[in-house]
Each structure stands twice: as C-alpha cells, then as structure tokens.
C-alpha cells in the first residue's frame, strides 16, 4: 500500500528567509508525487507534481520540488517565503494506473513571522 | 482540467440526522473520489465512486454510513448517515481524468454536527 510522510507537522519561517517541507513516500512502482497547498477556509490546489523526466519539478507561486528515488523523498523548497505562503501543505502520491486515488500525508502547516 | 462544483458548500446539522453532499464537474471523468478531513487532519480517502456500478470503500468506511450514488459521468452524491459530532469534517470530491494527469478537488462541504 502506498503511504506518505511528513515529519514536519508545523514550521515557523521569517518572512524572506528559504523554506523547505520535508516528505517521504512508500511505493512499490514509479510514483506520482503532487504537493497540495491549503489555505485557511480554502479548497486545496495543486502546487507542482512529478510523474516521470526530470527530477526537478517546477510549481507556481516560486516553488521547487526534487524527486530523490534513493530517498523515497520529495521535499518542497522555495528561496524566499512570502506572507502570503502561510497555509498547510500537503504531500501526495498517487498510483500509476492512471486513477488519480491520492494518498495524502498528514501535513505540515507553514507559519509565517514579519 | 476538471472543474468542480460542491453543494452545500457548509451546513450545521442536528445529530442523528443525514446530509447529501452533491459533486458536479464540468466534464465526463472516469474516477469519482471522495475524500474526508477531520479537524486538524489530513485528507483520508472514503471510497471510489464508478459509474455503473457499485462504490469501492476503504477500510473502515462503510455502505450503509456513506451511501454513495454515480448516475452519470459528471455528477455524483456522498450521503453521511445518523449523524453524530464525529462525523463533523470537510468532505471533499476528487475527479480524474486519467492518465498522467492530477486529481482535482472540489472545494469541499464543512459539515458542522451539532
């Protein structure tokens, strides 16, 4: 069965300062691995995924993700957090088979200090 | 893409009672997904809605709890029976749309049982 973790329950960033959230994965095939971003009241949307090429993956609002197969791993990085990046984040690996069936981690909420 | 509807977007229920939380998208999708999150918790998956047939549950979901109904390929409804405070979460609907592609959310139905 596949199976998320997130070690990080709560991080506290400076505003300004680099943030990476940290996320393990359990998985018997090549994975599809997505970072979702909740904000307070709000539905979730994507920030970036990985299926397959290459292992660096690009998100919207300046966010990175590395796709490590050694590792299991595939942390959430961006160089400089904004106010506006306080939220939860969730980590998700979802079977190849093309379904879409998300496993979600448990989720780490950001908090964002002037 | 997929985009989803939610209805009701929150309601406050007496206990005992049932809810039918409605899911529309705007596009025929496959898989139907939906998805509950307990306070200050991650998003658990409940089960997979299939047209034409019955709905797959997860461990310790069950039928008679959560009826689910899949008439057609855009649309789907997720019941939660004789509620009790503990059924009050966020219940959110999931689409894909196959292939190598994300799963996307509906911006989910605070349910509130009082």
């Known amino acids: 069965a596949q199976s998320v973790t997130q070690p990080d329950i709560h991080i506290t960033v400076s505003e300004g300062a680099s943030l990476e959230l940290r996320c393990n994965y359990s998985?018997?095939?090549?994975?599809?691995l997505f970072w979702y971003v909740q904000s307070p009241g709000q539905g979730l949307q994507l920030l970036l995924k990985y299926f397959s090429g290459d292992t660096l993956v690009q998100g919207i609002k300046g966010f990175e993700a590395e796709f490590k197969r050694s590792q299991s791993s595939f942390n959430l990085r961006k160089p400089s957090v904004h106010w506006s990046d306080a939220a939860e984040y969730f980590c998700?690996?979802?079977?190849?088979?093309?379904?879409?069936?998300?496993?979600f981690g448990i989720g780490t909420k950001l908090q964002v200090i002037p | 893409s997929a985009v989803i509807s939610q209805k009701p977007s929150r309601d406050i229920c007496q206990r005992g009672t049932s809810l039918t939380i409605q899911c529309q998208v705007d596009?025929?999708?496959?898989?139907m997904f939906w998805y509950r999150q307990q306070p200050g918790q991650s998003l658990t998956l409940i089960a997979t809605a299939n047209q034409g047939s019955e709905a797959t549950y997860e461990s310790g979901f069950v039928i008679d709890k959560f009826p689910i109904s899949r008439p057609n390929l855009t649309f789907s409804t997720l019941t939660v029976s004789n509620m009790s405070p503990e059924d009050s979460s966020i219940y959110l609907c999931?689409?894909?749309?196959?292939?190598?592609?994300?799963?996307?959310f509906g911006q989910g139905t605070r349910l509130t049982v009082v």
């Open positions: 999931s689409v894909g749309t196959g292939g190598a592609s994300e799963a996307f």
């Open positions: 596009s025929q999708v496959t898989m």
């Open positions: 998700a690996v979802g079977s190849s088979g093309g379904y879409q069936k998300v496993t």
């Open positions: 998985y018997g095939a090549t994975p599809y």
